[in-house]
T-cell receptor, first 112, second 113 residues
């Protein structure tokens, strides 16, 4: 059974803080993704990675960066958190060529 | 790039009735169309998917149809039950997984008992 886990379910941070969100998958998936989910806007892609050390910008990368030092781990970094980054963040992974994408449980981030 | 439009944004049906959610996509190269269900407070989970080499796929009360010419696909839920209440997302991409899924904005389905 595929498992995608995220480091926190809920997080409260102050404006200007550096925030790290971590995602780990245990199925040796090559591709990993970070989305943010906001009411009425659906799932918007922030960044994705096809391999270790590789990263690609998604649709809304501004204000975010990512790190993929190990195949199983994909980190999302908010360099200087702002209130408009308050959102639900979802990580996902997929094995290339298999098609089925699996999501983590999500991190609900509140920036005050 | 790919753009996916989903309608309606909200849908209320009586228990036992059918529900239909429609999506259109823009990139004719897309060949993989999954549907995800997200219950309140939970992660999105795949419920059914279809590849462009078939026109319809069914799994118990859920079916998906695909019209490649018109670039639209639909989710059909028959004999709806209260536990079908959730947000449903359609998506499109290439099956290889080398291009990210592009999601619609979601449909909130409410099944009224």
């Amino acid at each position: 059974d595929v498992k995608v886990t995220q480091s926190s379910r809920y997080l409260v941070k102050r404006t200007g803080e550096k925030v790290f969100l971590e995602c780990v998958q245990d199925m040796d998936h090559e591709n990993m993704f970070w989305y943010r989910q906001d009411p009425g806007l659906g799932l918007r892609l922030i960044y994705f990675s096809y391999d270790v050390k590789m990263k690609e910008k998604g649709d809304i990368p501004e204000g975010y960066s990512v790190s993929r030092e190990k195949k199983e781990r994909f980190s999302l970094i908010l360099e200087s958190a702002s209130t408009n980054q308050t959102s639900m963040y979802l990580c996902a992974s997929i094995q290339r060529g298999r098609g089925t994408q699996y999501f983590g449980p999500g991190t609900r981030l509140l920036v005050l | 790039g790919e753009n996916v439009e989903q309608h309606p944004s909200t849908l209320s049906v009586q228990e036992g009735d059918s529900a239909v959610i429609k999506c259109t996509y823009s990139d004719s190269a897309s060949n993989y169309f999954p549907w995800y269900k997200q219950e309140l407070g939970k992660r999105p989970q795949l419920i059914i998917d279809i590849r462009s080499n078939v026109g319809e796929k069914k799994d118990q009360r859920i079916a998906v149809t695909l019209n490649k010419t018109a670039k639209h696909f639909s989710l059909h839920i028959t004999e709806t039950q209260p536990e079908d209440s959730a947000v449903y997302f359609c998506a499109a991409s290439s099956f290889s997984g080398n291009t990210p899924l592009v999601f619609g904005k979601g449909t909130r389905l409410s099944v009224i008992a």
